[in-house]
Protein backbone atom coordinates (compact mmCIF):
# COMPACT_ATOMS: atom_id res chain seq x y z
CA UNK A 1 0.00 0.00 0.00
CA UNK A 2 2.92 2.50 1.49
CA UNK A 3 4.52 1.80 -2.50
CA UNK A 4 1.26 2.11 -4.62
CA UNK A 5 1.06 5.85 -2.68
CA UNK A 6 4.61 6.31 -3.35
CA UNK A 7 3.97 5.72 -6.66
CA UNK A 8 0.77 7.42 -7.47
CA UNK A 9 2.43 10.93 -5.75
CA UNK A 10 5.80 10.55 -7.72
CA UNK A 11 3.09 10.35 -10.57
CA UNK A 12 1.29 13.60 -9.49
CA UNK A 13 4.92 15.30 -9.44
CA UNK A 14 6.30 14.44 -12.47
CA UNK A 15 3.13 15.51 -14.60
CA UNK A 16 1.71 18.34 -15.82
CA UNK A 17 -1.42 17.61 -13.99
CA UNK A 18 -1.00 20.07 -11.21
CA UNK A 19 -2.54 23.03 -12.65
CA UNK A 20 -5.08 21.38 -14.53
CA UNK A 21 -6.26 19.83 -11.15
CA UNK A 22 -5.95 23.28 -9.29
CA UNK A 23 -8.18 24.73 -12.31
CA UNK A 24 -10.66 22.30 -12.26
CA UNK A 25 -11.35 22.78 -8.70
CA UNK A 26 -11.58 26.03 -8.66
CA UNK A 27 -13.58 25.75 -11.75
CA UNK A 28 -16.49 24.03 -9.63
CA UNK A 29 -15.89 25.82 -6.55
CA UNK A 30 -17.29 28.77 -8.33
CA UNK A 31 -20.24 26.71 -10.52
CA UNK A 32 -21.05 25.42 -6.67
CA UNK A 33 -21.31 28.99 -5.93
CA UNK A 34 -23.40 29.64 -9.05
CA UNK A 35 -25.73 26.99 -8.14
CA UNK A 36 -26.31 28.49 -4.69
CA UNK A 37 -27.18 31.79 -6.55
CA UNK A 38 -29.95 30.03 -8.70
CA UNK A 39 -31.10 28.56 -5.93
CA UNK A 40 -31.56 31.92 -4.23
CA UNK A 41 -33.12 33.18 -7.67
CA UNK A 42 -34.95 30.10 -8.92
CA UNK A 43 -38.95 30.94 -9.55
CA UNK A 44 -40.21 27.86 -12.13
CA UNK A 45 -43.25 28.10 -14.22
CA UNK A 46 -46.15 29.78 -11.62
CA UNK A 47 -48.35 26.72 -10.49
CA UNK A 48 -50.16 29.44 -8.22
CA UNK A 49 -52.09 30.59 -10.70
CA UNK A 50 -55.76 32.19 -10.32
CA UNK A 51 -58.81 29.63 -10.20
CA UNK A 52 -59.85 27.51 -12.77
CA UNK A 53 -62.91 25.57 -13.40
CA UNK A 54 -61.04 22.00 -12.66
CA UNK A 55 -60.47 19.86 -15.47
CA UNK A 56 -60.88 15.83 -15.69
CA UNK A 57 -57.59 14.51 -14.47
CA UNK A 58 -56.49 10.61 -15.77
CA UNK A 59 -53.34 9.58 -13.44
CA UNK A 60 -51.61 6.65 -14.66
CA UNK A 61 -49.20 4.64 -12.68
CA UNK A 62 -47.20 1.99 -13.78
CA UNK A 63 -46.09 -0.55 -11.09
CA UNK A 64 -43.00 -2.69 -11.31
CA UNK A 65 -42.55 -4.68 -8.02
CA UNK A 66 -43.93 -3.63 -4.04
CA UNK A 67 -41.06 -1.41 -3.07
CA UNK A 68 -40.66 -0.44 0.35
CA UNK A 69 -43.62 2.23 1.24
CA UNK A 70 -45.71 1.80 -1.66
CA UNK A 71 -48.91 1.57 0.20
CA UNK A 72 -48.10 5.13 1.41
CA UNK A 73 -46.81 6.30 -1.69
CA UNK A 74 -50.03 5.20 -3.98
CA UNK A 75 -52.93 6.68 -1.40
CA UNK A 76 -50.95 10.08 -1.11
CA UNK A 77 -52.51 10.30 -5.02
CA UNK A 78 -55.94 9.68 -3.30
CA UNK A 79 -55.85 12.22 -0.92
CA UNK A 80 -56.09 15.09 -2.77
CA UNK A 81 -57.65 18.25 -2.68
CA UNK A 82 -58.95 18.91 -6.00
CA UNK A 83 -62.90 19.49 -6.82
CA UNK A 84 -62.55 17.65 -10.04
CA UNK A 85 -63.41 14.44 -11.60
CA UNK A 86 -60.18 12.31 -11.09
CA UNK A 87 -59.53 8.35 -12.40
CA UNK A 88 -56.50 6.59 -11.24
CA UNK A 89 -55.22 3.97 -13.21
CA UNK A 90 -52.64 1.30 -11.98
CA UNK A 91 -51.10 -0.95 -14.48
CA UNK A 92 -48.56 -3.83 -14.02
CA UNK A 93 -47.51 -6.30 -16.66
CA UNK A 94 -47.32 -9.54 -14.53
CA UNK A 95 -50.37 -11.24 -12.99
CA UNK A 96 -47.82 -12.10 -9.86
CA UNK A 97 -46.36 -8.83 -9.33
CA UNK A 98 -46.67 -7.97 -6.21
CA UNK A 99 -47.61 -4.30 -6.64
CA UNK A 100 -50.71 -5.63 -7.66
CA UNK A 101 -51.68 -6.42 -4.27
CA UNK A 102 -51.00 -3.25 -3.33
CA UNK A 103 -53.23 -1.49 -5.81
CA UNK A 104 -56.07 -4.13 -5.84
CA UNK A 105 -56.13 -2.86 -1.82
CA UNK A 106 -56.32 0.84 -2.73
CA UNK A 107 -58.87 -0.23 -5.39
CA UNK A 108 -60.76 -1.75 -3.05
CA UNK A 109 -60.21 0.95 -0.24
CA UNK A 110 -61.57 3.66 -2.07
CA UNK A 111 -64.59 2.22 -3.32
CA UNK A 112 -65.70 1.72 -0.01
CA UNK A 113 -64.45 4.95 0.95
CA UNK A 114 -62.18 3.99 3.49
CA UNK A 115 -59.26 6.48 2.17
CA UNK A 116 -59.89 9.60 4.51
CA UNK A 117 -59.31 12.37 2.25
CA UNK A 118 -60.36 11.12 -1.23
CA UNK A 119 -62.86 13.30 -2.89
CA UNK A 120 -65.86 12.13 -3.82
CA UNK A 121 -65.20 11.94 -7.76
CA UNK A 122 -62.24 9.95 -8.11
CA UNK A 123 -62.28 6.29 -9.13
CA UNK A 124 -59.61 3.88 -9.22
CA UNK A 125 -58.80 0.71 -11.22
CA UNK A 126 -56.25 -1.61 -11.84
CA UNK A 127 -55.11 -2.95 -15.42
CA UNK A 128 -53.25 -6.20 -15.54
CA UNK A 129 -52.03 -6.54 -19.33
CA UNK A 130 -48.91 -8.57 -19.64
CA UNK A 131 -48.54 -7.70 -23.75
CA UNK A 132 -45.03 -5.93 -24.70
CA UNK A 133 -44.39 -3.32 -26.98
CA UNK A 134 -40.98 -2.35 -27.08
CA UNK A 135 -37.42 -2.54 -24.72
CA UNK A 136 -38.74 0.01 -22.41
CA UNK A 137 -41.13 -2.52 -19.72
CA UNK A 138 -42.34 0.93 -18.31
CA UNK A 139 -43.34 2.50 -21.38
CA UNK A 140 -44.97 -1.24 -22.66
CA UNK A 141 -47.25 -0.46 -19.27
CA UNK A 142 -48.36 2.91 -20.04
CA UNK A 143 -49.09 1.91 -23.62
CA UNK A 144 -51.95 -0.94 -22.23
CA UNK A 145 -53.12 1.45 -19.38
CA UNK A 146 -53.81 4.69 -22.23
CA UNK A 147 -56.51 2.45 -23.56
CA UNK A 148 -58.06 3.37 -20.42
CA UNK A 149 -58.00 6.91 -20.35
CA UNK A 150 -61.05 8.88 -19.54
CA UNK A 151 -59.98 12.40 -19.31
CA UNK A 152 -58.49 15.08 -21.48
CA UNK A 153 -55.82 15.90 -18.91
CA UNK A 154 -53.36 12.75 -18.12
CA UNK A 155 -50.48 12.91 -15.80
CA UNK A 156 -47.50 10.27 -15.37
CA UNK A 157 -46.26 9.55 -11.96
CA UNK A 158 -43.70 7.16 -10.63
CA UNK A 159 -44.21 4.66 -8.21
CA UNK A 160 -41.98 5.50 -5.81
CA UNK A 161 -43.08 9.13 -4.99
CA UNK A 162 -45.11 10.93 -2.65
CA UNK A 163 -47.09 13.53 -2.95
CA UNK A 164 -49.03 16.78 -1.29
CA UNK A 165 -52.76 16.96 -0.91
CA UNK A 166 -52.33 20.56 -3.41
CA UNK A 167 -50.51 17.91 -5.82
CA UNK A 168 -53.17 17.79 -9.09
CA UNK A 169 -54.27 21.36 -8.22
CA UNK A 170 -51.17 22.64 -8.68
CA UNK A 171 -50.09 20.69 -11.84
CA UNK A 172 -53.59 22.15 -13.52
CA UNK A 173 -52.87 25.48 -12.76
CA UNK A 174 -49.36 25.36 -14.56
CA UNK A 175 -50.86 23.24 -17.36
CA UNK A 176 -53.67 26.11 -18.13
CA UNK A 177 -50.65 28.88 -18.57
CA UNK A 178 -50.59 30.42 -22.05
CA UNK A 179 -48.16 28.08 -24.50
CA UNK A 180 -47.38 25.34 -21.56
CA UNK A 181 -47.80 21.87 -23.44
CA UNK A 182 -46.10 19.89 -19.86
CA UNK A 183 -45.73 20.39 -17.21
CA UNK A 184 -42.77 18.30 -14.81
CA UNK A 185 -41.50 18.78 -11.39
CA UNK A 186 -38.01 18.17 -9.50
CA UNK A 187 -38.28 16.21 -6.82
CA UNK A 188 -36.09 15.62 -3.32
CA UNK A 189 -35.06 11.71 -1.85
CA UNK A 190 -36.44 10.59 1.26
CA UNK A 191 -34.23 7.74 2.43
CA UNK A 192 -35.94 4.34 3.38
CA UNK A 193 -33.49 1.42 4.26
CA UNK A 194 -30.52 2.89 6.11
CA UNK A 195 -27.12 4.49 5.10
CA UNK A 196 -27.19 3.55 1.13
CA UNK A 197 -30.62 4.47 0.75
CA UNK A 198 -29.34 8.16 2.39
CA UNK A 199 -26.79 8.32 0.41
CA UNK A 200 -28.99 7.84 -2.64
CA UNK A 201 -31.15 10.45 -1.55
CA UNK A 202 -28.63 13.12 -1.12
CA UNK A 203 -27.38 12.33 -4.92
CA UNK A 204 -31.00 13.41 -5.70
CA UNK A 205 -30.87 16.59 -3.25
CA UNK A 206 -27.38 18.12 -3.34
CA UNK A 207 -26.56 16.71 -7.34
CA UNK A 208 -29.12 16.63 -9.31
CA UNK A 209 -31.52 19.14 -8.18
CA UNK A 210 -29.04 21.78 -8.13
CA UNK A 211 -27.80 20.73 -11.55
CA UNK A 212 -31.18 21.08 -12.58
CA UNK A 213 -31.87 24.26 -11.54
CA UNK A 214 -28.97 26.29 -12.58
CA UNK A 215 -29.08 24.39 -16.09
CA UNK A 216 -32.73 25.80 -16.31
CA UNK A 217 -31.73 29.25 -14.77
CA UNK A 218 -28.37 29.47 -17.83
CA UNK A 219 -31.18 28.23 -20.39
CA UNK A 220 -29.07 25.58 -21.05
CA UNK A 221 -30.98 22.83 -19.96
CA UNK A 222 -34.57 21.81 -20.80
CA UNK A 223 -35.49 19.02 -17.85
CA UNK A 224 -38.81 16.47 -18.88
CA UNK A 225 -38.21 14.68 -15.44
CA UNK A 226 -40.30 11.69 -15.18
CA UNK A 227 -40.84 11.86 -11.15
CA UNK A 228 -44.23 13.64 -12.59
CA UNK A 229 -45.51 14.90 -16.07
CA UNK A 230 -48.66 16.31 -16.95
CA UNK A 231 -50.16 17.08 -20.42
CA UNK A 232 -53.39 17.34 -22.15
CA UNK A 233 -53.89 14.35 -23.85
CA UNK A 234 -54.54 15.91 -27.44
CA UNK A 235 -50.76 17.02 -26.90
CA UNK A 236 -49.99 13.53 -25.71
CA UNK A 237 -51.63 12.38 -28.57
CA UNK A 238 -50.13 15.00 -31.37
CA UNK A 239 -46.65 13.93 -29.94
CA UNK A 240 -46.44 10.28 -31.38
CA UNK A 241 -48.14 8.64 -27.91
CA UNK A 242 -46.31 5.83 -25.73
CA UNK A 243 -45.35 4.32 -28.77
CA UNK A 244 -42.98 6.89 -29.85
CA UNK A 245 -40.86 5.93 -27.28
CA UNK A 246 -41.19 2.35 -26.43
CA UNK A 247 -37.68 1.98 -26.93
CA UNK A 248 -36.14 4.76 -24.66
CA UNK A 249 -34.74 4.09 -21.60
CA UNK A 250 -35.03 8.02 -20.87
CA UNK A 251 -38.67 7.78 -21.75
CA UNK A 252 -39.44 11.36 -19.59
CA UNK A 253 -36.84 13.40 -21.97
CA UNK A 254 -37.89 11.74 -25.62
CA UNK A 255 -41.48 13.11 -24.17
CA UNK A 256 -40.17 16.22 -23.08
CA UNK A 257 -38.29 16.78 -26.44
CA UNK A 258 -41.54 15.90 -28.89
CA UNK A 259 -43.87 18.06 -26.92
CA UNK A 260 -41.39 20.92 -27.71
CA UNK A 261 -41.20 19.51 -31.37
CA UNK A 262 -45.12 20.87 -31.47
CA UNK A 263 -43.54 24.37 -30.75
CA UNK A 264 -45.35 23.92 -26.68
CA UNK A 265 -43.41 24.57 -23.72
CA UNK A 266 -42.43 22.16 -20.89
CA UNK A 267 -41.75 23.90 -17.65
CA UNK A 268 -41.19 23.23 -14.20
CA UNK A 269 -43.62 23.36 -11.56
CA UNK A 270 -43.00 25.71 -8.33
CA UNK A 271 -42.73 22.79 -5.98
CA UNK A 272 -41.05 19.06 -5.47
CA UNK A 273 -42.26 16.15 -4.96
CA UNK A 274 -40.44 13.34 -2.45
CA UNK A 275 -38.77 10.38 -3.83
CA UNK A 276 -38.13 7.30 -1.96
CA UNK A 277 -34.69 5.55 -2.04
CA UNK A 278 -34.88 1.79 -1.10
CA UNK A 279 -31.03 0.92 -1.72
CA UNK A 280 -30.03 -1.52 0.87
CA UNK A 281 -26.19 -2.14 -0.52
CA UNK A 282 -23.63 -0.40 -2.71
CA UNK A 283 -24.19 -2.54 -5.62
CA UNK A 284 -27.71 -1.82 -5.61
CA UNK A 285 -26.86 1.98 -5.31
CA UNK A 286 -23.90 1.59 -7.79
CA UNK A 287 -25.81 -0.12 -10.93
CA UNK A 288 -29.39 2.66 -10.17
CA UNK A 289 -26.50 5.66 -10.56
CA UNK A 290 -24.69 4.11 -13.52
CA UNK A 291 -27.65 3.09 -15.30
CA UNK A 292 -28.91 7.18 -14.48
CA UNK A 293 -25.17 8.12 -15.40
CA UNK A 294 -25.23 6.29 -18.60
CA UNK A 295 -28.47 7.44 -19.58
CA UNK A 296 -27.73 11.07 -19.77
CA UNK A 297 -24.63 10.15 -21.23
CA UNK A 298 -25.77 8.69 -24.17
CA UNK A 299 -28.24 11.55 -24.74
CA UNK A 300 -26.06 14.41 -24.47
CA UNK A 301 -22.42 13.68 -24.19
CA UNK A 302 -20.49 17.00 -23.99
CA UNK A 303 -23.43 17.96 -21.66
CA UNK A 304 -22.68 15.28 -19.22
CA UNK A 305 -18.71 15.49 -19.67
CA UNK A 306 -19.38 19.36 -18.92
CA UNK A 307 -20.09 18.09 -15.70
CA UNK A 308 -16.98 17.42 -14.04
CA UNK A 309 -17.24 20.53 -12.64
CA UNK A 310 -19.49 19.87 -10.03
CA UNK A 311 -17.15 18.14 -8.47
CA UNK A 312 -15.08 20.84 -6.22
CA UNK A 313 -14.04 18.22 -3.47
CA UNK A 314 -12.35 15.45 -5.90
CA UNK A 315 -10.80 18.00 -7.79
CA UNK A 316 -9.27 19.57 -4.87
CA UNK A 317 -8.40 16.71 -3.62
CA UNK A 318 -6.28 15.70 -6.47
CA UNK A 319 -4.53 19.08 -6.35
CA UNK A 320 -3.48 18.37 -2.70
CA UNK A 321 -1.94 15.69 -3.45
CA UNK A 322 -0.05 16.59 -6.84
CA UNK A 323 1.20 19.92 -4.51
CA UNK A 324 2.65 17.58 -1.85
CA UNK A 325 0.33 18.85 0.21
CA UNK A 326 0.98 22.69 -0.12
CA UNK A 327 -0.78 25.25 1.77
CA UNK A 328 -2.81 26.41 -1.04
CA UNK A 329 -3.83 22.74 -1.73
CA UNK A 330 -5.66 22.10 1.59
CA UNK A 331 -7.09 25.98 1.72
CA UNK A 332 -8.84 25.01 -1.75
CA UNK A 333 -9.84 21.98 -0.13
CA UNK A 334 -10.98 23.69 2.55
CA UNK A 335 -13.07 25.78 0.72
CA UNK A 336 -14.38 23.00 -1.46
CA UNK A 337 -16.10 21.82 1.24
CA UNK A 338 -17.51 24.84 2.65
CA UNK A 339 -19.06 25.25 -0.62
CA UNK A 340 -20.71 21.93 -0.65
CA UNK A 341 -21.89 22.57 2.56
CA UNK A 342 -23.36 25.70 1.78
CA UNK A 343 -25.21 24.31 -1.29
CA UNK A 344 -26.33 21.36 1.14
CA UNK A 345 -27.92 24.05 3.38
CA UNK A 346 -29.29 26.07 0.68
CA UNK A 347 -31.31 23.09 -0.75
CA UNK A 348 -32.21 21.65 2.57
CA UNK A 349 -33.90 25.41 3.48
CA UNK A 350 -35.26 26.00 -0.49
CA UNK A 351 -37.30 22.87 -0.28
CA UNK A 352 -39.42 20.55 2.04
CA UNK A 353 -37.52 17.30 2.49
CA UNK A 354 -35.16 15.43 4.67
CA UNK A 355 -31.76 17.41 5.71
CA UNK A 356 -28.99 15.19 5.84
CA UNK A 357 -26.15 14.41 8.00
CA UNK A 358 -23.36 16.83 6.69
CA UNK A 359 -20.77 14.28 7.58
CA UNK A 360 -22.28 12.09 4.74
CA UNK A 361 -21.53 14.72 2.30
CA UNK A 362 -17.91 14.20 1.57
CA UNK A 363 -18.49 10.76 1.53
CA UNK A 364 -21.14 11.37 -0.87
CA UNK A 365 -19.47 13.64 -3.17
CA UNK A 366 -16.34 10.92 -3.78
CA UNK A 367 -18.86 8.60 -4.50
CA UNK A 368 -20.78 10.90 -7.85
CA UNK A 369 -16.91 11.67 -8.76
CA UNK A 370 -16.33 7.51 -9.09
CA UNK A 371 -19.83 7.09 -10.81
CA UNK A 372 -18.81 10.30 -13.48
CA UNK A 373 -15.65 8.49 -14.12
CA UNK A 374 -17.07 4.97 -14.69
CA UNK A 375 -20.13 5.56 -16.36
CA UNK A 376 -17.52 7.04 -19.42
CA UNK A 377 -16.46 3.01 -20.00
CA UNK A 378 -18.11 0.75 -21.74
CA UNK A 379 -20.68 -1.18 -19.68
CA UNK A 380 -24.47 -1.81 -19.67
CA UNK A 381 -27.22 -0.78 -17.66
CA UNK A 382 -29.75 -2.69 -14.97
CA UNK A 383 -33.23 -1.84 -14.59
CA UNK A 384 -36.27 -3.61 -13.98
CA UNK A 385 -34.08 -7.29 -13.35
CA UNK A 386 -32.70 -6.99 -16.62
CA UNK A 387 -29.65 -5.70 -18.51
CA UNK A 388 -30.17 -3.83 -21.74
CA UNK A 389 -27.20 -2.03 -23.89
CA UNK A 390 -27.48 1.91 -24.40
CA UNK A 391 -27.24 2.93 -28.48
CA UNK A 392 -27.60 6.36 -30.01
CA UNK A 393 -30.30 8.69 -28.80
CA UNK A 394 -30.72 6.78 -25.16
CA UNK A 395 -32.53 3.77 -27.28
CA UNK A 396 -32.29 0.43 -25.35
CA UNK A 397 -31.93 -3.00 -26.70
CA UNK A 398 -32.14 -6.34 -23.75
CA UNK A 399 -28.56 -7.70 -23.64
CA UNK A 400 -30.38 -11.33 -24.62
CA UNK A 401 -31.52 -10.04 -28.01
CA UNK A 402 -28.46 -8.63 -28.81
CA UNK A 403 -26.81 -12.20 -27.90
CA UNK A 404 -29.49 -14.18 -30.43
CA UNK A 405 -28.61 -11.89 -32.96
CA UNK A 406 -25.08 -12.37 -32.83
CA UNK A 407 -25.55 -15.94 -32.96
CA UNK A 408 -28.25 -15.83 -35.82
CA UNK A 409 -25.20 -13.84 -37.82
CA UNK A 410 -22.71 -16.63 -37.29
CA UNK A 411 -25.20 -19.48 -38.21
Wanted: charged share 20%; hydrophobic share 50%.
Amino acid sequence: MDDAWLALTELMDASPLEPLFYGLAIAACLYTLLCIFSLRRFAPAGSRAPALDAPGITVLKPLYGAEQGLYDHLTSFCRQDYSGPVQIVFGVQNPDDPAAIVARKIVNALRAGRIEGAPAGMTAELLIDPARHGANGKVSNLINMSRRIEHDMVVLADSDILVAPDYLSRLACALAQPGVGLVTCLYRGAPKAGVWSRLGAMWVDYGFLPNVVTGVKLKMANPCIGATTALQRATLDAAGGFPAIKDQLADDYALGEAVRKLGLKVVLADFAVSHAHGETSLSQLWRREMRWARTIRSLDFFGYAGMAVTFPLAWSLFAMLAGGFEPAGVILTFAALLCRLALQDEVDRRFVGVPHALWLSPLRDLLSFAVFVASFFPGQVHWRGQDFSMGANGVMTPVEVEVEAREAEVA
